[in-house]
Each structure stands twice: as C-alpha cells, then as structure tokens.
C-alpha cells in the first residue's frame, strides 16, 4: 500500500522528499491511533484523506495554497523515443488540469489499475459519481488530444 500512497503524494507535490516526509507523517499518525483504526471500515480511504490534510497543511504553512490545483503526473521511466516522451507529458499535462477529483479518480482507476468499487471505497463517495467523473476525464482527455492532433475520433 506504501507504494500507490506516495505515487498519490508525488503527485500532489510534485516533491520526492516531501512526499516521503508526508507519508512518513501519516504512518506515525496511523500507528498512533492503531486500535483507533482496527475496526475502521475503509482504512486505505482514511489514510487518502490525511495524506490530502497533511498536503494542504503543508501548503498552507508554506503559502502555497495552489499546490492541489496543478497537479501534474510524475514522468515515467525513460521512453524509448523522443515522440513518445512528448506524448506522455502532453496527456499527463492535460491530466494536471482536470479538476482535482477526476484527476484523482483517472490516477486511481487507469494507474494504480483500482476497480470502481475500491475507487469509492477510498475515496467515499458514491459508485455513480465514480464512474461520472472518470467518464468525464476520459471525455475531456479524448477531446483535447483530438484538438491537438494526437490521436483518431
């Protein structure tokens, strides 16, 4: 679980060791409160939230309230060709400017490869505004990439 949490983080930071300092941040509190969280119903939905509050505390702090805003995707391992590469950035620039839920929901469901019910599960919202929002993100995806060229209706 340790590994889809920081994914998540870095992708709110944009900042390796903030990212680790946050999640390093969440555990304490996580171990902290461990009979709390024993007969908690949706434990993974729970550390997501703090792990969000521990970002937006951190930005607050730091006066960088627009740091969930622009959220951008964390460049994959090296890519084989040049064309490729730009592919990447340009989708996961489109990503970063999703509303903040879908951009989550698309992370969730086509990275960490989530089912919709796990999608809900931790995110607690309904399976319905799951499957709207990600239809959404892959709608607005779709048409930027059309608009841009990139790929076929």
Do not use: C
Request: hydrophobic share 40%; net charge negative; charged share 35%.
């Amino acid at each position: 679980m340790r590994g889809k949490l920081f994914r998540m983080v870095f992708l709110w930071t944009k900042d390796r060791d903030l990212a680790e300092d946050v999640l390093q941040n969440v555990f304490e509190k996580t171990v902290e409160r461990q009979k709390e969280l024993q007969t908690h119903p949706n434990l993974a939905g729970w550390m997501v939230k703090s792990l969000k509050n521990e970002v937006l505390m951190h930005h607050r702090k730091n006066n960088r309230m627009d740091g969930l805003e622009e959220i951008q995707e964390p460049a994959a391992e090296q890519l084989d060709s040049l064309e490729s590469e730009e592919s990447h950035r340009l989708i996961f620039d489109l990503v970063s400017r999703l509303p903040e839920k879908q951009q989550v929901i698309f992370h969730l469901r086509e990275v960490e490869e989530l089912s919709y019910e796990e999608i809900a599960l931790q995110m607690e919202i309904s399976l319905d505004q799951v499957k709207v929002n990600l239809h959404r993100a892959r709608k607005t995806l779709r048409e930027k990439l059309i608009n841009q060229g990139i790929t076929r209706q």
